[in-house]
């Protein structure tokens, strides 16, 4: 995915981004007409990276390794035939999730299955 400039226009104000490749951008750095008022008069803006933190360093609940970091986090957990699950679907699973008495082991089982096959369907 090419990077995210972002422009400001000296008539209006409106604040628009375009995607454009390191090579497009070097060819051209000035945006395309503001897209409210139509004028070419615009300013790149300077805005911060968003960084993504990652995660912290844990010991394994499969060997008790150090893992360090997000992607190793996920090479271990291939390594030793888990996978991870995103909780993009987590309301999704979490409504079709109803827990059983606690008595019943079998209708836990289940739950537990059917919450899993809602996460990753």
């Known amino acids: 995915m090419p990077p995210i400039y972002e422009y400001s226009c000296s008539q209006c104000g409106e604040h628009f981004d375009e995607f454009k490749t390191v090579s497009e951008y070097t060819e051209?750095?000035?945006?395309?007409?503001?897209?409210?008022?139509?004028?070419?008069?615009?300013?790149?803006?300077?805005?911060?990276?968003?960084?993504?933190?990652?995660?912290?360093?844990?010991?394994s609940t499969i060997t008790g390794e150090r893992i360090r970091g997000r992607s190793h986090h996920r090479q271990h957990l291939a390594e030793h035939g888990y996978e991870e699950i995103g909780t993009d679907n987590i309301d999704e699973a979490k409504k079709e999730f109803h827990r059983p008495p606690k008595d019943d082991k079998k209708e836990r089982i289940e739950a537990v299955k059917h919450a899993y096959e809602a996460l990753s369907g």
């Open 28 to 59: 051209n750095p000035k945006s395309e007409p503001c897209e409210a008022c139509g004028s070419s008069d615009t300013q790149r803006v300077i805005s911060p990276s968003a960084v993504i933190e990652d995660i912290q360093p844990y010991r």
